[in-house]
């Protein structure tokens, strides 16, 4: 994005919070779907950039509005201005975002503690009622690839070695009965990007990014957690059936978070460099799961 695009979102911004002006603006995210102003380290603007994305914007404040007195970790406070340009506001979350390297260097007690919060947010959430989550718009979360187009897109890209696994990955996904715990209402986007990680103290602070909520079979929701470790993944679901009585199926999800990778590498099959990043991962996963290359 320019310079100049910048200035007309700060534009926005100023003709709604003219308080502003002296504010420190700058640009945190610049995708597809939207842009997202920080101004002093204190607030963030989001910017829908299509039709599709100003609904999603409008569904993840009425989520969110729900949502949000029923959680323990604090997620933002979603206020939109209907501009135009449309656009929302929040007090930023206070954390940093976790990733792999972070999460393995906390002691075991900073661990333990964040699978616990994370299984309380969603064992909250999944407890919300689902009749007041589709009426604030809720949706069915988008699909994964079907194993064919997988097998099409995806499996070319990698290595012998790797198409082996990905092969036995592909029948174990297509052999899997129904969820048994059904749909929830989910978040189904808890990668360490989404969380406000306190680094200082080693707590989770809070959770961001609603875009990608809605109904979903209850396991997928633990296969995220996986990006930032599978030791993070076990300990929530662990704390999370301590919590809700529920037993979850951990093969299960190693299978979906496997079929995921896949899913993500298909999707991304003509972009090389996100698909070197979509290899990687799943040649991560492939190696913590060597059950899969026999």
């Keep these: ?4 695009k910048l200035e007309k979102l700060r534009a926005a911004i100023l003709r709604a919070f003219p308080h502003l002006v002296t504010g420190t603006f700058k640009l945190i995210t610049d995708g597809w779907d939207s842009a997202a102003v920080d101004v002093d380290g204190k607030l963030i ?21 729900i949502a949000r007195p029923a959680l323990s970790l604090a997620v933002p406070d979603l206020q939109l201005h209907k501009g135009p340009p449309l656009f929302s506001s929040h007090l930023k979350l206070k954390g940093r975002q976790i ?19 994370l299984a309380r947010f969603y064992a909250e959430l999944h407890g919300l009622d ?36 990905a092969r036995h990955v592909i029948e174990a996904h297509e052999r899997l009965p129904p969820d048994p715990h059904g749909l929830i209402f989910g978040f189904f986007d808890g990668h360490g990007w989404n969380m406000a ?19 979903g079979p209850l396991h997928e929701d633990f296969t995220y957690s996986n990006a930032i470790s599978s030791d993070l993944t076990s300990k929530i679901v662990s704390a999370y059936e301590k919590l809700t009585g529920r037993t979850l199926d ?32 799943f040649k991560a996963w492939a190696k913590e799961h060597a059950d899969f290359s026999a």
Excluded: C
């Design 1 to 4: 994005m320019t310079k100049s």
């Design 45 to 65: 603007f989001k910017f829908p950039r299509s039709k599709a994305a100003r609904k999603a914007l409008r569904r993840e404040a009425a989520i969110l509005a």
């Design 99 to 117: 990733e792999a390297e972070d999460y393995a260097r906390l002691p075991e007690a900073a661990r333990q503690r964040l699978g616990e919060d």
């Design 130 to 165: 689902p009749v007041l989550m589709k009426a604030a718009g809720a949706e069915p979360v988008s699909d994964w690839h079907e194993a064919e187009t997988i097998r099409e897109n995806a499996l070319p890209l990698l290595s012998h070695k790797l198409r082996r696994v």
């Design 197 to 215: 990680f306190d680094r200082k103290r080693e707590r989770l602070r809070g959770v961001y990014d609603f875009a990608d909520s809605g109904f």
């Design 250 to 281: 951990r093969r299960r999800i190693d299978i979906l978070t496997g079929y995921h990778h896949l899913s993500e590498l298909a999707d991304f099959a003509e972009d090389i460099g996100r698909a070197k990043d979509m290899r990687r991962n």
